[in-house]
């Protein structure tokens, strides 16, 4: 199980329908984040593959080498579901921040109520809100509703489930592609190769209507230090992600469709042939946007390396093993550049990172 990202101070946003202008410690500069042009989807969109589509996995291969993402239609889990979670996660945010401080995440915990992690890596503040599951909601969600918690612990339960099961499917579509066959090549895929001993953390962003959504952010560009993430997106549109040489591509929501990111350890794992995708969340003037992803990665006593199918004479691993729980302390240390932690050797092409950008991180 995932152990900690570092973790802000937890202090109460102000209430943020209350507010008719935007405060200063909520403006940002173009400086404050990575800086490049954004587009809209009519430049270049992100791949929509549907899972029916008998090409499915080499459509996955090409998104995932391309863009480091792509979205999912006919992926098998039900749209009442998909609106059950979001109307849980929307009764949750809209409690009042006292009773959201009655399940806040302690300063060294995982689970519960917060800050965005990254905000210590940034001088602004990001105008949202998000809540960290791991393991069982029970203990927190009793705390958020003493008397009818049981529902709504039960829809994260069903939903926990159903995203298991898809993202053993993708890990299967993903890897398959490589040349990597779950069953034979991946040791704790497990005989079913169904994936059964993965972990998995869901996290809850909201992000409300915002006076000055120009200078605000929802959420700054990092990349997930996942295999894979599944993003479930209301309607109201916000992703966007870094296309390498164009710039920022808006990530519209499709209906029914889930967002697919290719997280680091799926680069790490892949020798550096999937990049782990940068991506941030905007907010809107009018209207609030929810988010729900379901962030990825191998049990946590397996170290992710390099794959030696995708090692040889040419291809020198560029990676060293390293655990989710290592990966994350890394991450929590050096932001966007624990990739480069991780490297044991320059590509050779000769390139950085693909993520190692120059933005306002502060290291240490
Ligand atoms: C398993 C995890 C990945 C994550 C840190 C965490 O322990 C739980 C929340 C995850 C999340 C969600 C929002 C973006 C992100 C960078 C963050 O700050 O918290 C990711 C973390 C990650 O993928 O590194
Ligand atoms: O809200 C979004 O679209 C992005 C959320 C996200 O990147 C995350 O939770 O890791
Ligand atoms: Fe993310």
Not at 13 to 28: K, M
Not at 240 to 246: A, F, I, P, T, Y
């Amino acid at each position: 199980m995932p152990s900690r990202l570092s973790d802000a101070i937890i202090r109460p946003h102000p209430d943020f329908t209350s507010l008719q202008e935007l405060p200063e410690s909520y403006a940002w500069n173009q400086r404050d984040d990575i800086d490049y042009p954004s587009f809209d989807s009519s430049a270049e969109s992100v791949p929509i593959i549907d899972l029916n589509d008998p090409n499915a996995l080499q459509n996955i291969g090409h998104a995932c080498r391309t863009w480091g993402v792509f979205q999912v239609i006919n992926h098998g889990v039900s749209t009442t579901l998909l609106d059950m979670v979001e109307s849980t996660s929307r009764t949750l945010f809209s409690l009042p921040v006292n009773q959201k401080l009655k399940a806040a995440r302690s300063p060294d915990g995982v689970s519960g109520y917060g800050f965005a992690r990254i905000s210590s890596f940034f001088s602004k503040l990001m105008w949202s809100e998000g809540f960290t599951i791991v393991g069982s909601p029970d203990e927190h969600f009793r705390q958020l509703w003493p008397h009818d918690y049981t529902n709504h612990c039960d829809v994260i339960k069903e939903y926990k489930q159903e995203m298991k099961k898809l993202a053993g499917r993708l890990m299967c579509l993903m890897l398959g592609s490589l040349g990597i066959t779950a069953k034979q090549d991946i040791k704790w895929a497990g005989p079913k190769s169904d994936f059964k001993e993965a972990s998995a953390a869901l996290q809850l962003n909201y992000y409300p209507a915002c006076p000055d959504p120009d200078r605000a952010m929802g959420l700054a560009a990092h990349t997930d230090s996942t295999l894979l993430t599944i993003l479930y997106q209301n309607s109201t549109s916000g992703l966007q992600v870094l296309k390498e040489g164009v710039g920022w591509i808006k990530v519209p929501p499709v209906p029914d469709g889930l967002v697919i990111n290719v997280g680091d350890l799926m680069h790490i794992l892949s020798n550096g042939s999937y990049p782990s995708v940068l991506h941030r969340a905007m907010v809107n003037r009018t209207r609030h946007r929810l988010s729900i992803a379901y962030l990825y990665g191998p049990p946590s006593s397996v170290k992710i390396s390099p794959h030696p199918k995708l090692v040889g004479p040419t291809h020198p691993p560029l990676y060293r093993p390293i655990t989710w729980n290592e990966y994350l302390d890394t991450k929590a240390k050096y932001f966007n550049k624990a990739l480069s932690w991780v490297r044991v050797c320059v590509p050779l092409n000769g390139l950085v990172d693909v993520n190692e950008h120059n933005n306002s991180v502060k290291v240490g």
